[in-house]
């Protein structure tokens, strides 16, 4: 049975008033930081001119539509460490055109199916989304669809098991994607598709067993790729434009094309001297840069 506990009762607390919650801090500046939110009493407030809220530990557990209504002016928001597992339709939006570059849900029990499919509409300025260490088991395409300037998006540490394709295409300015510490088995073909502007994509930690050969095309600006402890036996084609490559810790199947791939790489791969060999047997925990004149 699921316990829902509103963040409601503090929408009537976040006024025009200068006075702090005794659970708050900085309240005549543009920053307001709360601890034990579930505490606030009627009659103290937020100064709905505030810049930066952040929100930290009590017993919220859904956000409900347009809580933050009144605060077009927040630019840093950040609500971390409650039980919270749902978000409503239009949980952030406000009156005016929001100025929310910078949202943190991270520490939460956000579940996939209590997000409903407008809960971030209205964030046409935000430019950083972390989602960190939530119970995410899948994304949906409609949470991003406002999010025209998102730059950088980290959703690591869940339970996400797929990536379906063009999840992010509506992410064209998106530079940064961690989707480390999940549950993902494969990679497809248009996984990343729209995504020309990024240049760090972190996939580490998951439990990867193949990409598509060409899933990483559509990456023309990619910098830095994060693969380490995974699954993977084969390696996928990869950006010319990659400069720092992590590979260790996989099931690698060490065939004539691996080894030649491996070798062309050597200079982007970050020591490379450290990736052995899982398959065939007779060359298990072979360095893969020594076995070229063994198998090819």
């Not at 840093?76 to 949202?103: C, G, H, K, R, W």
Request: net charge negative; with cysteine; charged share 20%.
């Amino acid at each position: 049975t699921v316990i829902m506990v509103s963040i409601s009762p503090i929408i009537a607390l976040f006024t025009a008033v200068q006075s702090c919650p005794a659970n708050c801090k900085f309240c005549p500046t543009d920053l307001v930081d709360c601890e034990q939110v579930f505490s606030l009493q009627e009659g103290h407030g937020i100064p709905v001119m505030t810049k930066k809220i952040l929100l930290r530990k009590g017993n919220f557990t859904i956000i409900p539509e347009r809580t933050f209504r009144a605060f077009s002016k927040l630019q840093v928001l950040s609500i971390s460490d409650f039980p919270l597992y749902s978000l409503a339709n239009q949980s952030f939006a406000t009156d005016e055109v929001s100025s929310l570059e910078m949202l943190d849900l991270s520490n939460n029990q956000l579940t996939s199916c209590w997000v409903e499919a407008s809960s971030l509409s209205g964030l046409q300025n935000l430019k950083e989304l972390t989602l960190t260490n939530n119970a995410l088991t899948s994304l949906k395409k409609c949470w991003f669809s406002d999010l025209v300037k998102l730059e950088k998006l980290i959703i690591s540490i869940n339970k996400i098991t797929y990536l379906p394709p063009r999840l992010f295409d509506n992410l064209a300015q998106l530079t940064q994607l961690q989707v480390a510490s999940n549950q993902i088995r494969y990679i497809s073909t248009d996984t990343f598709y729209g995504l020309y502007l990024l240049r760090e994509l972190d996939l580490s930690e998951n439990t990867i067993i193949f990409i598509n050969k060409d899933a990483f095309n559509p990456l023309h600006k990619l910098e830095k790729l994060y693969l380490f402890k995974n699954k993977l036996a084969m390696l996928p084609d990869i950006s010319q434009s990659t400069k720092v490559l992590q590979l260790n810790d996989n099931l690698w199947m060490c065939t004539c094309d691996l080894v030649h791939s491996i070798r062309k790489l050597k200079d982007q791969i970050e020591n490379p001297d450290a990736l052995f060999c899982d398959s065939p047997e007779e060359l298990q925990e072979r360095q893969i840069l020594d076995i070229e004149g063994d198998i090819c």
